[in-house]
T-cell receptor, first 113, second 118 residues
Framework: DAGVTQSPTHLIKTRGQHVTLRCSPI?????VSWYQQVLGQGPQFIFQ???????GRGNFPDRFSARQFPNYSSELNVNALLLGDSALYLC????????????FGEGSWLTVV | AQKITQTQPGMFVQEKEAVTLDCTYD???????LFWYKQPSSGEMIFLIY??????QNATEGRYSLNFQKARKSANLVISASQLGDSAMYFC???????????????FGQGTILTVHP
């Protein structure tokens, strides 16, 4: 079975641009969460979606938004990119809202120049 | 609010030996879960092991075991018989399981870099 898949794996954007990152959870998993990991730090929670509803939001500005589709895949959108948005963006999936096994994808490496 | 502390920025171990990676946590939640992840240089976070706050037995998954001491608020990861492929960054994380601001989200520590020597 396929694991959590994320796309694109690497991308370079210019300050002020918009970016969309995509995530497909493990088949059967209904919860998707997004995390930002800046170099040298642990991941920081951005959003959680379960059954297509937002269940949690981290301390990130409104430039960050996300949604979950009927097939449980998800998109993370970031507007008006700043240099500080350069990071690894990780998507995690679990079966339920409080799954005991949370699996991550390989991440999307975003560089803002 | 929850906080995870990993006090060992880096650890070294000889191949085939056991190693313990420390993790302490702070929370006011009664029901919570503790997770350990391995992150190789490629970036992927690999799930290793889970311990629930009400689980009486320490969790084990193959060569990984979690030394859970609830009163001391510690959740150390023990890797037995280290292999060269175990060299990576290791993160401890926790999640509130019953309401509160940390409900449903993982809070991570700063990580420990483990290097396994041949």
């Amino acid at each position: 079975d396929a694991g959590v898949t994320q796309s694109p794996t690497h991308l370079i954007k210019t300050r002020g641009q918009h970016v969309t990152l995509r995530c497909s959870p493990i088949s059967g998993h209904k919860s998707v969460s997004w995390y930002q990991q800046v170099l040298g730090q642990g991941p920081q929670f951005i959003f959680q979606y379960y059954e297509k509803e937002e269940r949690g939001r981290g301390n990130f500005p409104d430039r960050f938004s996300a949604r979950q589709f009927p097939n449980y895949s998800s998109e993370l959108n970031v507007n008006a990119l700043l240099l500080g948005d350069s990071a690894l963006y990780l998507c995690a999936s679990s079966f339920g809202h409080l799954g005991n096994t949370i699996y991550f994808g390989e991440g999307s490496w975003l560089t803002v120049v | 609010a929850q906080k995870i502390t990993q006090t060992q920025p880096g650890m070294f171990v000889q191949e085939k030996e056991a190693v313990t990676l420390d993790c302490t946590y702070d929370t006011s939640d009664q029901s919570y879960g503790l997770f350990w992840y391995k992150q190789p240089s490629s970036g992927e976070m690999i799930f290793l092991i889970y311990q629930g706050s009400y689980d009486e037995q320490n969790a084990t998954e193959g060569r990984y075991s979690l030394n859970f001491q609830k009163a001391r608020k510690s959740a150390n990861l023990v890797i037995s018989a280290s292999q060269l492929g175990d060299s990576a960054m290791y993160f401890c994380a926790m999640r509130a399981n019953a309401g509160g601001t940390s409900y449903g989200k993982l809070t991570f520590g700063q990580g420990t870099i483990l290097t396994v020597h041949p």
